[in-house]
């Protein structure tokens, strides 16, 4: 198996919610939207972030969907080349309504970062790494 | 916020078994490797999953990790050009330790795909999606 993602699949309540943060509020072009159903963006070189409506989800996956208390076991994290970049980032995320949004800190790990969440709870994690591994991640 | 995504974050319970099967069983290469914190992988251009100790997860985000019953609401996609390349990478998934391991099946949305779990339960989507969307996300 190649050391290959193609697709991360987020399963959501209400699509029209999420069409309204992520195209509306911060300003995203979706690549597929099919109401109801589905809606696609591109997020890195042949990368789609993919938010799919749950009920769906639940049944090709043919699992429940764990919804108990708590956030999901998962971040989707946008790096910035400076933390003014990520304080600005999570500025525009708050604009949009993301809610709630955990302002920059000085990280264990060496860089500064904030979250936020989407209209599901997912956490979005705006960093700034100043290690390799975080500058080989930038435009 | 530009549309990009750098990082993907998986919060595990076991670092060892995520070694296991991702490195030893899948035979993927990291390109960070901190025991008892975090496994990276590169897995596009400028995206890299990181595994990172659930411990340290919460830490940071703040908030405890749902535990209830039913999987995360979240699948990362594997796309192949073909059905049976879905087909081989379910198998090597399968001899790496994936348990459960979900057989490739046409789909509502024109696709062909199955699942498998990784240590974490984790589910992997292994896909041929013949349209537009997916074969742009192609090597």
Redesign the interface.
Known sequence: ???????????VRDLPASRRFYVDG????S??DVPGEVL??????????SLWD?TA?EA????????????????????CATTDGVDQ?LE??RE?GADPV?TGAE?EWGGY?G?FADP?G??W???HNPGP?GQ????
């Open positions: 198996m190649d050391q290959r993602i193609s697709f991360i699949t987020l399963a911060l300003g995203w072009e690549a597929v696609m963006f591109k997020v890195a070189d042949k990368v789609v972030l749950e989800f090709e996956v043919g699992q429940p969907i764990n919804r108990g208390g708590g956030v999901a076991p998962i971040t989707l994290s946008h790096n980032v525009s995320a949009a955990q990280r970062s979250y599901d997912f956490r994690e705006v960093a591994i080989e991640v930038l435009p």
